[in-house]
């Protein structure tokens, strides 16, 4: 049964030739049986090797969420980070909200992109990456775990590469969805509705695409009836009563080994609501949740505004292998929400980013009787400029100027008749960061210059199939980030001169052993992974920035089994911990708060096709109970335990339409989410504002056709 999802199973778990698990527990995880092996090629990843590599040949540790998997997970939830915290594992639990602040892949920060295009601002962090497009417009969702210079500039947990749609094959093809979604504590408030259309083609060498999709959402309720605040955490954005529109266009020509792609997407958002008036009411101990009050407390209206175009020309003939060459822009505009609380109120603002950039990319083969090697080399070059504009009030942030450029090389040799691999490389990152004079947050002048970083990164790794089924993996890898330095010359009294910050960037060695395993109809695989760095970004009781030493660690398990050919059931478990150093004196002696850490995550699932019109699965996310020992201000609170329940029905009305029903949170859980515990600090009586609940439950459909 539902074959394509089982090639990416089993080229995951099975087939792949480098260094770590491909593991995947995402939906309809049926097994690739020996028969279909010479399939694993039609699954194709940009991220594991910067080339278009058959997924049994990547070298890095991927999970692919395929476009099946995300239509069907957004029929009942659009919001990216919610979707990747239910199918990957390693990937923290969704913050039920806009941001993907706390939300961390492997404990740390992870590189957002969208076909090769960064996404994620690292001079001054908004944490909005994940939600920069549309989700009708998504082809596959690449996610590496670990540290990684795949991409480089800043992937010190590893990178979400977000790859959109193809042209299909014919003269044209189109498609139009509709959708709603209301809750049915108040169903006239909650209606949220979604329009989606598309047209592709191809004719003559050249191809085209189009996609647009327009969502409206209304306001969402806790379990128990509560309005929840439209921003559920700070000023980070919320999916409350916003208006979002998203638009794909694609244009190219093929000829014999010749290939050029144009592309842009447009995506914005913005939030207009009857309820952003002040929030307050939460309480941890009597587990009540905030809410938030009529009224509008902001001088603009909040939301995104995010251009991304993007070029790409391709020779598959080139020195004897292929080259590609791309050239990006990325303009990025925030505009946060005003917030009031505790008698602090935070002016409101907006960031503002361009980036421009190239990647040059050879991937040369040396055939060989006795050991096969391939190199993939190539240079990355970016240019990212980044501001924070006052709206109604001083930001005490300065301008950045970021210019950095990276050659790289990667070699990998197949050995013992293919039974081994061994890879291993360096990328070389160069970057300047220029920074203007300016007065911070609390009144301190800091005199503005040139930062500096050099920094070689290298990775090696290697797998040994010790038999038909078993494969042993392990792998060691680095990657570098700036580090949060907008934080840091926001409001530290510590920092009058940005020279201050030359040592101050963070590299990450990261290492993972495994053994994943293949059988008739089933997939198994468990990973350990450690990864460590010097300068690690965490924050005190005081929130007050710190760059410290620290460790984390983890396990990263996935099961998969077809109990008959109508039904498949799997899942993943993914558990971590980590330690910083509070004294420099070379002892990890605090836990890293929860806002770094998640708890135990458990995922599950049960697929049931008893017609080749019809098909169910019921997923569950298990979150658990986590006390940190710790001085962090996210590791004070203790996180309690919550469990969630979704289904999914789809329902073939003939060959060119399906009607599609959801239900989130069926069970109707009341719980409140890892990030949100971890800043409901009683002692301070930050629970007033953060302690809010999730969303209790919530009912979609959804109808498709194509013509």
Same mark, same amino acid.
């Not at 070059?381 to 930001?395: E, F, H, K, Q, Y």
């Not at 960061?433 to 970083?453: K, M, Q, R």
């Not at 990864?531 to 924050?539: D, I």
């Given at each position: 049964?539902? +074959?394509y ?28 049986? /020996? ?18 590599? !058959? ?8 999970s ?20 990747? /915290? ?11 909200n806009?941001?993907e ?12 992109l ?14 909005? #990456? ?19 210079? #795949?991409?480089?500039?800043? #992937? ?7 790859? @959109? +749609? ?11 969805? $509709? ?12 209606? /949220?509705?979604?329009?989606e259309?598309?047209?592709s083609?191809a ?27 439209p ?19 694609k ?21 207009? /609501?009857?309820?952003?008036?002040? $929030? ?8 009540t949740?905030?809410?938030p009050?009529?009224? *509008? ?15 790409n ?59 096969? $090697?391939?190199i993939?080399?190539?240079v ?21 100027d ?28 160069h ?16 005199n503005?210059?040139t930062?500096?970083f050099?920094e ?7 797998s ?5 089924t ?13 580090g949060?330095?907008?934080?840091l ?10 020279s ?26 468990i ?13 005190d ?27 498949a ?12 150093d ?5 002892k990890?002696?605090?836990d ?9 995550k ?8 008893p ?10 996310l298990?979150?658990?109970?986590? *006390? ?15 469990? $969630? ?11 060119n ?15 409140? !989410?890892?990030?949100?515990q ?11 504002y953060?302690?809010? +609940?999730?969303?209790?439950? @919530? ?6 056709? +194509?013509?």
């Amino acid at each position: 049964m539902l +074959k394509y999802s089982g090639l990416v199973t089993a080229a995951l778990l099975a087939a792949v030739q480098g260094a770590v698990a491909q593991d995947l527990t995402l939906e309809e995880e049926p097994v690739l049986s /020996s028969e279909d092996a010479t399939l694993l090629d039609l699954i194709t990843v940009r991220s594991a090797t910067r080339t278009e590599t !058959p997924i049994s040949e990547a070298t890095v540790s991927v999970s692919v969420v395929t476009e099946d998997q995300v239509e069907r997970q957004s029929n009942i939830n659009t919001n990216i980070g919610q979707i990747l /915290s239910k199918t990957v594992p390693g990937f923290g639990q969704s913050t039920e909200n806009l941001t993907e602040y706390g939300q961390t892949l492997r404990g740390r920060n992870f590189l957002t992109l969208i076909d090769g295009v960064p996404q994620t601002n690292n001079l001054n962090n908004n944490y909005r #990456a994940l939600n920069s497009i549309g989700t009708s417009a998504i082809g596959q969702i690449e996610v590496v775990r670990g540290a990684t210079a #795949a991409y480089g500039f800043g #992937a010190p947990g590893g990178l979400v590469n977000i790859i @959109t +749609k193809s042209p299909e094959d014919g003269e044209f093809n189109a498609n139009i969805s $509709v959708g709603v979604k209301v809750s049915p504590t108040n169903v006239s408030d909650s209606f /949220s509705y979604l329009t989606e259309a598309g047209a592709s083609g191809a004719k003559d060498g050249f191809f085209y695409l189009a996609n647009a999709s327009w969502e409206d959402t209304g306001s969402s309720f806790t379990a128990d009836g509560e309005r929840r605040p439209p921003d559920s955490f700070g000023t980070q954005g919320g999916t409350d009563d916003i208006g979002v529109f998203n638009f794909l266009g694609k244009f190219g020509y093929e000829h014999e080994s010749h290939r050029i792609l144009f592309s842009a997407n447009k995506f914005r958002y913005w939030q207009d /609501s009857e309820w952003a008036g002040p $929030v307050s009411g939460g309480s941890r101990s009597n587990n009540t949740s905030a809410t938030p009050t009529r009224g *509008n407390l902001n001088t603009r209206t909040p939301g995104a505004d995010n251009l991304t175009l993007n070029a790409n020309y391709t020779n598959d003939d080139i020195l004897g292998g292929t080259f590609d060459l791309q050239a990006y822009y990325n303009d990025n505009t925030t505009t946060f929400t005003r917030t009031e609380f505790l008698g602090f109120e935070y002016n409101q603002y907006e960031t503002e980013s361009q980036k421009i950039g190239g990647r040059a990319t050879f991937d040369t083969p040396f055939p060989s009787d006795r050991i096969p $090697v391939d190199i993939v080399w190539g240079v990355d070059a970016l240019n990212d400029r980044t501001n924070v504009n006052p709206i109604d009030g001083p930001t005490g942030a300065p301008r950045y100027d970021l210019m950095g450029i990276a050659p790289f090389a990667q070699v990998r040799a197949d050995l013992f008749d293919d039974r081994a691999t061994l890879t291993g490389g360096i990328r070389y990152e160069h970057l300047s960061v220029d920074i203007n004079d300016f007065v911070n947050d609390i009144g301190a002048s800091v005199n503005g210059g040139t930062l500096t970083f050099q920094e070689p990164l290298f990775n090696v790794s290697g797998s040994v199939d010790l038999n038909d089924t078993f494969t042993l993996f392990g792998g060691f890898s680095q990657g570098f980030q700036l580090g949060d330095l907008g934080r840091l010359l926001y409001n530290s009294p510590n920092f009058t001169d940005v020279s201050q910050l030359e040592e101050k960037g963070q590299k990450t060695d990261s290492y993972e052993i495994g053994l994943r395993a293949v059988g008739n109809a089933w997939d198994a695989s468990i990973t350990g992974f450690y990864n460590k760095s010097n300068n690690g970004v965490t924050y005190d009781a005081n929130l007050d920035i710190v760059l410290s030493p620290e460790q984390i660690w983890g396990i990263e398990v996935t099961a998969n089994y077809d109990v008959t050919d109508q039904i498949a059931v799997g899942g993943t478990l993914t558990w971590l911990e980590g330690e910083y150093d509070t004294t420099g004196d070379g002892k990890y002696d605090s836990d890293l708060g929860s806002d770094r850490i998640a708890p135990l995550k458990l995922t599950g699932y049960v697929e049931y096709a008893p017609r080749d019109w019809a098909n169910f699965r019921l997923q569950g996310l298990y979150s658990g109970h986590r *006390n940190p020992d710790s001085t962090q201000f996210t590791g004070i609170e203790t996180i309690d335990s919550y469990f $969630v329940v979704d289904a999914f029905a789809d329902f073939s009305i003939n060959e060119n339409s399906k009607l599609s029903f959801g239900v989130e949170n069926m069970l109707n859980a009341d719980y409140v !989410p890892v990030l949100q515990q971890s800043y409901s600090v009683q002692s301070y009586g930050y629970d007033d504002y953060y302690y809010v +609940k999730a969303p209790g439950t @919530t009912f979609s459909a959804k109808y498709s056709m +194509k013509f």
